[in-house]
Every structure is written in structure tokens, then in C-alpha cells.
């Protein structure tokens, strides 16, 4: 085949990144051709061209971002290719081009490309045998934190961190991918992108932390994250600088609570119906962002727990303090992300004016730190720091530039006149040539008598005098002809030449000053990053105190007490945060709880489906989280023990394209719970082992709740939904497991017909059935369907009575006991002497509990 010099070009260029659809700069078009062309054609639903031989598809350069922000969210990358020179190549007589921006989604910078209120997570993972590196990156925003675990070989802690974070891209070398798509469910839709391991860990970056020398691996995945962000924009070599973040820090929570407790994604109504959509009153997407971390991360220390739900308390005993943030702060903009696009050299003059529209609120912000800056003292010191700095930065802005400042710095008018001296004379001669322009329209029209004439221009052919066909012979013979349209002629004359001269000289000029002006502001701002970079950060903070306030107050949340990690968990008239707020006012059923502490350490919950055991296991956690990160809780009073971990197993999901069964997952994610479960941590099951055949999962139950008991105190708090009543028997046997359960009531209708009234109260005591059946009556099974199950049930029951009976004749089995019969289990040819002196041991505990 043979290729033009323009086909040449194209894919001399497309051969540098193989892996990225090329974004060909032509005119006013990107245009992609060949393969690139047939697969951007299909993601987009645009029409399949061709140029010669070569498939061929574009898009407006304008609109460019809403086609490439659709191909992200394919999991492609872009590689932006635009045309750098106006001047040919002798050779080829081609415009030179080249690649000017890698765009991923984990990468990505325009706003328009972005949601508001989302963070967008690059991620890079390192392995070795037993552990993992991890680095964390928002290029939007600059935030950037790395971690590790050396000994977490089946990456059950990786996973909870990866559900926390969910990023849009990860990055590691081959066979760091392998054994992460190996050992964690991943979401379908994650862009998993292969990288060569730096080998460069001597060269870190000045600006870098000494102290993360200490974390080989994490350093290791932060080295790759930054030299795959560089291989997008160069410009970011010097503005990431990571800090080390121990996840041991925070309130962990694994993936399967991340999703099932809805608390920042939901399947069902959108945000609205999360955690983060009921919290969220803030004002900037800042904050907004911000307040989605404290959620997925909760603190584990007490005194900045404290210290966030005071400033919560004091804005909502403050209402005027609260109404005048509340108008200060709808007025900042996305001061994080302006500042990465200044970093990365892309920043607009659109988005400098919204920095200065921000900063120009420095005094009012100060009217109102002096007024109620006690409540908020992180607010008040920084603005104590940082005022003079702000204050001269949005002086600059001020001065510098036009109040409403165009998109693209090509547009020109940049520049707010008064600022510089050579630009306003400049500006001054423009302005006098338009003026010049309409004078030679006017003359030309009296002299040649052609009412319609008229002086414009164009890009190719620069100004002309154009006259319709009907006047044409009314054309003097002194005007040169330039250009024939179908109704009209255009031509010009030498004072117009001259003119042209004059004002396109000055344009240029113009446009050159400007650009170098806007440079300079440009690097001014950079110079000054750390104080707008924590300006912003403290601002974000304000606002997600702010929006927790709005919440305790519309939503009627209560103050809870922040207790020792042995301490009880207790909870009266608690409430689900989403449910209550989709449901009738007032209707919500309020439930108490006592667990820990000198209450049981296990509660098995009874009782029919759609009776509530779900919601009452599910707004137990979100309590605990709610008062974790500082926030008010639907309670009338709670009292929450220090919670290291939230580990959850509800719902039922399989893992088919890893060859897991429903029943599978459920019992890798039980068998998580089990390894990881502290006695600070909270545990909530739901249905645990229904997935197999009726004994199995009672066996599985059963054996579960042993283990996880703990008769002195040192176990994990339980709460455990189940149809199981057979496990209700375990209360009897340990002291610190109680039956608790779901009310109900039947009732007969004026036909005789009995049906279910649900009561959503928890009331001790095991329940004594499931009433599966009327809950596949009110779920619409056929009246037939529904008549033979009751039949069935009927004819077991019976069974089961005869069944009671006989066992009651016989004499009683001395050798029941669940540890006599792990005593048969044990073999004695493979346990040491040690490890049988250990398991004596905790059968006399048990026994003597």
C-alpha cells in the first residue's frame, strides 16, 4: 500500500503510543484513520468515512472532550496529536505535528471530563511474594499518598484498601496485574494498564519525603505512578510529592461493605440513596470530595473525632454562623483543580478568574473568622497565615485580568486594560484601525454608489472589499480582485493591504504580550502553591463540617459519645440514615441495641424476611461509621466504642469469570471476616451459609458463631441475620450469645384469610418461623403456587413433630456435645503436644462458660 506523505506522518506518529487512539489534528477536526478510525467509529456511534483507501472518522476539536471523556469511560487512552508549527516542511509539505497529551482515565484534568464531586484515582500496585506497594494519585487535585503491607500474600487487605479508593486506572508491571486480577474481584469496567517497574528508586525526587525510603515497595509503586503521569504530561515531574498513609490508621472497611451498605454508590436510586448522598449539603465540589473520603476513611482517634463533631455542634447551635459560610462558600470555586492545571500548564484564563472570584472572599472569610472563627480554630489559622498572601494574589488577578476573560488564550483580550503600558498602545492601534476599516467601508460606498458593499475577513484570505454580482460593474478599476463566490466578488485595494499590515502586526503583537503576561501570572501562582494548596484543603474541610451540620439538623441526629474499644456499642432509637429518608416522615421504626461490653458479644437476629433484620444490621454499621468520622447519628442517644473494622458479609454475588459460585464467594469472604476479625471489630452476617443444602449451612452457621465467640471478652462484636433456628440453641450453651428478633403478627382477613402484619420492632428471644411463604404471597407467586407450598409445609411439619416425638423416647445422648464430637475429629498423629495443650485449653473455657 501506498501511503501519502499526510498517511505517513499520521502513522510515523501512532507508531510512538501503539496502545492509544490517536487524536490527528486537521483543521478543525481530530481525525483518526485506519484501525484506530473502525474502533472510534463503534465507541462513538459516529459514521465510518475513508480517505483514499484509509478508514477514517473525526470529531470538532471544540467538542472534543465530551467524544474523548466517552472513549475513557470505554477504558481507552488518548494520544492528542496537534499541529505545532505553521511553517511546512520543505520536504513533505506538511504542517509539523506531534503528540502534546496521553490521556487515560486515571489522568485526566478538564473538568469537563470530570464530575464535580468525584475524585478520579490513579493507582499503582507493586508485588512481591508475601506483600504489596501502593501509590494513590488525583492528578485533578495533586493529592498523592503511597502505603504498604509486607505480609498480605492473599491481598485480603489490598482488597479492602481497592474497594475504599475505587480507582479508574491501575497501573503495575505484568505480573503485578496478574496476581491482582488473581486474587481480587475487580470491577469490570477498571482500566488495568501495563507498565515497566521503575528501576530508579536512587532517583528520588528532592521534593520527596526521606522518610519513605522506609516503605521499599510503596516507594517503589509511587516512583512508577509519578513516571507514568510524566509520560502524560512532563510538566508533573516536580509538582507530585507523595506522604506515607498507614491504612491502619483509619476505620477499615472491606469491599463488601463499601457496596452493601451503600455508602457512596448504590444500584438502586442513584447517590441519593447513599450515605454520601443523605451527608451531602456542601457547596463546593471540594468539599464535596472531601466528604466522601471521611466516609470511606473514618478516624480511629478519639480527640480529632471530638474535635470534628464540636465544630459540627457549634455550627449547628449557630444559625447565623451558619447562613453567612453558607453564602461565602457557594461563591469558591475548584481551587484544587485549577491549581493541577497551573501545575500541568493548562490552566485557562476562564480558570484564573474563577481563582480570583474565589480569593477576592479573603475579607469576608476574615469578617467572619473574627466574628465565629472559634469554632472553627484549623479555619483561623490558616487565614491568620496565609491573609497577606491571598490578599496579594487576588490583587494580581484583579489588576491583571478582563472581568470576563475568554476560554482559549488564542482568542486574545486576556488583559485588563491599565495593566501594561505596551499592550494598552497596542491595543489603542487596533482599535484606531477598526475604526479606520469602517471609515473606507463608508467612503467606498459613496464613491462607487454600491449601498451594499461591505469590508470584512477571513483566515485565508485576510480583509477584503466585497461586492455582490449585481453591482459589479460599479467596481472601480483600481480594486484587485481576490475571491469569486457564486453570488459575489471580494477584492482589495492598497490602502486596505496597508492597513491589513498594520492591524494583523498588532494583533500578533498583542496576543504575544498577553500570552507572556498570562505566563507570568502563571508561574507566579505556581511559586505560590503550598499556601493555595492548603488554603483550598482547609476551605474543603470547613465545608464538610458545615454540610454535617445541615445533616444533624434536617436530618434530627443526635451527638454520639465516642467510647474505650472494649467498651459496649449501644444505640437507642436508632434509625437507618437512607431508608427513613425514603419512606413516609416519621414512619421509620426505631430500634435499640446493647453489644459488647458487659452486653452479649453475639446477637442472632430471627425472624420473617422484609422484617427489618437487614436495615437493623446495616444502620448499626453506618452508625458506627457516621460517629466515627465525626458526624451527628440517627439515634436518640449512642454510645460507640472504637471500631478498627467493619467487616460484613450480606447479599449474595458470585465470581463466575474466576470459575466462584455464589456460595464460593460467600465463603471467601466469611473466611476474610474470620482471619482478619479483632476485638475491636464489627462483624455483620447475613444468611451465612444458605448457599449449600440445609445441614451444611446450619453445620457452617454453627461452627461459625464458635468461633467467633469469646468468652472473656476478647471477641469481635456480632450481629448475625438468620433463618437458621436450629443456632438459637447456642444461647443456652454460651452466655455472652443472645436470640433477638424481628416482630410480626398475623391476622385473619373478613374472608378467613391469614396474613402478615411486619412490625420492624427487635424484641429479645429467638422468633419461631420464617414466614417465607406470605412473602412470596405479597411478592405475586401464583394463588396456586402459593396454595401447595402451604400444603408442603403443613406435610413437613408434621413430619418434624414425628420426628420430635421419637427422639424424645430415646435416652438421651451423653455424647452430644459439640466438643466431644470435635474430640472424634482430632488427629492425633498430626497435632504437637503444644497445639493439643491448646486446644484442652479453650474446651475447658468452654466448658466452663
Known sequence: ????????????????????????????????????????????????????????????????????????????????????????????????????????????????????????????????????????????????????????????????VMATINPSEVIGGKASLAKLKTKIILPQDLTLSPCESSSETDNIPENWPGILTEYPLALKAGLNCLKYMAGTNDNFREYFAPFYREISEFLQLDGAAVNTLELVSSQVGGRKNTL??????????????????????????????????????????????????????????????????????????????????????????REWVLSYGDMLPELKEVFAMHFAKLKEISDLLASALNENPPVKLSDGGIIKPGYNTELDEIVNLKQHADKALMEICQREKERTGIPSLKVGFNTVFGYYIEVTKTHISKVPYDYIRKQTLTGAERFVTEELKELEKKILSAEEKSLRIELAIFEKIKAYLYQNLAVLKQTAKIIAKTDCLFSLACAALNGNYKKPQIMPENGALVIEK????????????????????????????IILLTGPNMGGKSVFLKQTA??????????????????????????????????????????????????????????????????????????????????????????????????????????????????????????????????????????????????????????AQIAGLPHSCILRAKKILADLGEKQAMSNTLQEDKAPDLFSSPIVQEIKMVDLNKITPLQALQIISEWKKRLEE
Open 1 to 160: 500500500m501506498t501511503l501519502t506523505p499526510l498517511m505517513r506522518q499520521y502513522y510515523e506518529i501512532k507508531n510512538q503510543n501503539p496502545e492509544a487512539l490517536l487524536f490527528f489534528r486537521l483543521g478543525d477536526f481530530y481525525e483518526m484513520f485506519g484501525e484506530d478510525a473502525k474502533e472510534g467509529s463503534r465507541l462513538l456511534g459516529l459514521a465510518l468515512t475513508a480517505r483514499g483507501d484509509q478508514p477514517m472518522c473525526g470529531v470538532p476539536f471544540h467538542s472534543a472532550n465530551s467524544y474523548i471523556a466517552k472513549l475513557l469511560k470505554a477504558g481507552k487512552k488518548i494520544a492528542v496529536c496537534e499541529q505545532t508549527s505553521n511553517i511546512t516542511n520543505p520536504k513533505t509539505k506538511l504542517f509539523e505535528r506531534k503528540i502534546v497529551r496521553i490521556i487515560t482515565p486515571g489522568t485526566v484534568l478538564e473538568d469537563s471530563m470530570l464530575e464535580a464531586g468525584n475524585s478520579n484515582y490513579l493507582v499503582a500496585v507493586e508485588t512481591d511474594k508475601k506483600g504489596w506497594g501502593l501509590a494513590c494519585l488525583e492528578a485533578s487535585t495533586g493529592d498523592f499518598w503511597i502505603t504498604q503491607n509486607a505480609d498480605d500474600e492473599e491481598m485480603t487487605v489490598l482488597s479492602t
Open 276 to 365: 454520601w448522598g443523605i451527608l451531602d449539603y456542601t457547596k463546593t465540589p471540594m468539599g464535596s470530595r472531601m466528604l466522601k473520603e471521611w466516609i470511606l476513611r473514618p478516624l480511629l482517634n478519639v480527640k480529632e473525632i471530638n474535635h470534628r463533631q464540636n465544630a459540627v455542634e457549634a455550627l449547628l447551635n449557630n444559625e447565623s454562623a451558619r447562613d453567612e459560610l453558607a453564602l461565602l462558600l457557594k461563591d469558591i470555586c475548584d481551587i484544587e483543580r485549577i491549581m493541577s492545571r497551573v501545575a500541568a500548564s493548562s490552566a485557562t484564563p476562564r480558570d484564573l478568574a474563577g481563582l480570583r472570584q474565589s480569593l477576592m472572599l479573603s475579607d469576608k472569610i
Open 574 to 601: 436508632g434509625r437507618h440514615p437512607i431508608v427513613e429518608q425514603n419512606i413516609p416522615s416519621g414512619s421509620f421504626v426505631p430500634n435499640n441495641l446493647t453489644l459488647g461490653g458487659q452486653g452479649p458479644q
Open 622 to 775: 453506618l452508625i458506627t461509621i457516621m460517629a466515627q468520622m465525626g458526624s451527628f447519628v440517627p439515634a436518640e442517644h449512642a454510645e460507640i466504642p472504637i471500631t478498627d473494622k467493619i467487616l460484613t458479609r450480606i447479599g449474595a454475588q458470585d465470581a463466575l469469570s474466576r470459575g466462584e459460585s455464589t456460595f464460593m464467594v460467600e465463603m471467601r469472604e466469611t473466611a476474610n471476616i474470620l482471619a482478619c476479625a479483632t476485638s475491636s471489630t464489627l462483624i455483620l452476617l447475613d444468611e451465612v451459609g444458605r448457599g449449600t443444602s440445609t445441614y451444611d449451612g446450619i453445620s457452617i452457621a454453627w461452627a461459625i458463631t464458635e468461633y467467633l465467640y469469646k468468652p472473656h471478652g476478647q471477641g469481635p462484636k456480632v450481629l448475625f441475620a438468620t433463618h437458621y433456628f436450629e443456632l438459637t440453641e447456642l444461647e443456652e450453651k454460651y452466655s455472652r450469645i443472645k436470640n433477638f428478633h424481628v416482630t410480626a403478627s398475623e391476622y385473619k382477613t373478613p374472608s378467613g384469610e391469614v396474613k402478615l402484619n411486619f412490625l420492624f420492632e427487635i424484641q429479645p428471644g429467638g422468633a419461631d418461623k420464617s414466614y417465607g411463604v406470605h412473602v
